[in-house]
């Protein structure tokens, strides 16, 4: 019986981790440049940004989680890409609805 290849560590690193770390460090410099320049509301803005690496990493795991081999259909759902573009996605909206009130 034919089993699909496993996903290795650097792709789990760059499509999942990668786009997590990098949410939390546009959302530290937005809430600084918030405290320091008035009006601009970056911390609002970074939640688009991170609602966006959020839908990323979700469909990363629904593209990689079907294959076809030899005439079969191999389905495999891997847990840290649902929890890590759910918690983005709802830290994005969170941040991009009340990131004024928040600062």
């Not at 499509?15 to 600084?32: D, K, M």
């Not at 990323?56 to 891997?78: E, F, P, W």
Request: charged share 15%.
């Amino acid at each position: 019986m034919n089993t699909p290849p496993d996903e290795t560590h650097k792709e789990l690193f760059l499509n999942g981790y990668l786009p997590a770390i990098s949410s939390l460090i546009i959302l530290t410099v937005s809430i600084i440049l918030d405290l320091n320049m008035q009006g601009f509301q970056w911390t609002q803005r970074s939640g688009a940004v991170i609602i966006v690496l959020g839908a990323y990493v979700a469909y990363i795991d629904v593209k990689r989680s079907m294959k076809l081999i030899n005439g079969h259909l191999y389905i495999q759902t891997k847990l840290p890409y649902k929890i890590i573009a759910v918690t983005l996605i709802v830290i994005g909206t969170l941040v991009s609805g009340y990131g004024d009130l928040l600062i």
